[in-house]
């Protein structure tokens, strides 16, 4: 039996807080909220401490697990803390809100006895499941390339729900850094690590409610050779499917609808479907209990966890390079 504690609890906390209910090897001994109101009613919901300073929490509870669901800027704070005070920490993407605070935090891992896990849940949709597999296989031959694009819809009420979402400050950009970079993960996971980054990123519907981008055009150069191109929108009516395909020598993969293709010259056949994941909120994907689950079934191996904070950083050196190329970061302000 592992002990947990939630810090932050806001929308995606509710997907944490439901894993580690159904999961009998997981006790969860506290919630912690810097809003007391937050904090008291998820406390009394769950029927175990509330905080509003995770530094008390971790000083009187130790929990073996510490789940940061909190804005952006305060992932490394917290984290770190929670490191330093023996926990092991599962924290949502992206890792920090800058790449100099994302560093922090991959540095202090390195020495930590515990373990960082990054939450990009994606990674065990069984769509991704089966594209790394048939990658893995070689059956696609060489890779020649790959394409991603991501639309889906914000509205000023999504901000104004939680005004840190809309800010370089709090939260490190907009649409690339908090829904995007799920889908930059799983290409750089697919693709390799990128090798050159040539990208825009611009603000275009949403200039009255937001100071960070809304769309984005990338090119990555993968260090396997490949280049992929990427696009990204909140600006879209709707959260439409993510749309991605790798082209090789042998044959083409395809993720739409949800849905894996892959074409060669034997035809065209589904391999995979992410279609379990239904669901108002279906485009966060089933991932997060499975991901939870597996963190925790991993804590006593002697290696860190396969998704760690070396690997939060690749995308979110991508995203922050484009918004440098793109002249859009705040003066001042750290890549
Ligand atoms: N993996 C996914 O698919 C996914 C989906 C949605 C959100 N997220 C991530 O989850 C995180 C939270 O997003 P959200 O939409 O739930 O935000 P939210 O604003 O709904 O909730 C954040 C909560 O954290 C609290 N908080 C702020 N600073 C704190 C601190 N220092 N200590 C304790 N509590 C603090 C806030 O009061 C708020 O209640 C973000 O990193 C976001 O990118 C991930």
Redesign the pocket.
């Known amino acids: 039996m592992s002990t947990a504690a939630v810090?932050?609890?806001?929308?995606?906390?509710a997907l944490h807080l439901a894993a580690i209910q159904a999961n009998p090897g997981i006790d969860l001994v506290a919630v912690?909220?810097?809003?007391p109101a937050?904090a008291e009613r998820a406390g009394r919901t769950f029927g175990v401490p509330a905080y509003t300073d995770?530094r008390t929490l971790l000083r009187e509870l130790s929990p073996d697990v510490v789940h940061v669901?909190?804005?952006?800027d305060?992932?490394v704070p917290?984290a770190v803390d929670a490191l330093d005070a023996g926990s092991h920490v599962l924290t949502?993407?992206p890792i920090g809100q800058t790449v100099a605070a994302g560093r922090r935090l991959v540095d202090r891992a390195a020495t930590a006895s515990t373990k960082v896990g990054v939450?990009f849940?994606n990674r065990y949709n069984p769509s991704s499941v089966a594209i790394r597999a048939l990658l893995d296989s070689g059956a696609l031959g060489p890779i020649a390339g790959a394409r991603a694009a991501v639309w889906w819809y914000r509205n000023p009420a999504y901000y104004a729900a939680?005004p840190?979402r809309g800010r370089w400050e709090t939260a490190g950009g907009g649409v690339l850094i908090?829904q995007a970079i799920?889908t930059l993960d799983l290409l750089t996971w697919f693709l390799g690590h990128p090798a050159s980054v040539r990208g825009r990123a611009a603000t275009l519907a949403l200039a009255d409610a937001i100071e960070v981008e809304d769309i984005a055009s990338i090119v990555i150069d993968h260090d396997t050779g490949v280049r992929s191109t990427f696009f990204a929108t909140n600006c879209h009516h709707t959260n439409a499917d993510i749309e991605l395909e790798i082209t090789g020598r042998d044959g083409v993969v395809k993720l739409t609808g949800g849905e894996v293709w892959q074409t060669d010259a034997a035809g065209t056949r589904q391999i995979a479907s992410d279609s379990q994941a239904t669901g108002e909120r279906s485009y966060?994907g089933k991932g997060h209990s499975l991901l939870i689950d597996d963190f925790y079934a991993r804590l006593a191996d002697p290696e860190p966890f396969w998704i760690g904070p070396a690997d939060g950083l690749v995308p979110l050196q991508v995203l922050r390079e484009v918004y440098a190329q793109s002249g859009i970061l705040p003066v001042g302000q750290d890549v």
């Open positions: 810090v932050g609890i806001g929308d995606i906390s912690c909220d810097v809003d937050r995770h669901t909190t804005p952006h305060q992932h917290v949502e993407k939450v849940q939680a840190w908090n799920h966060w």
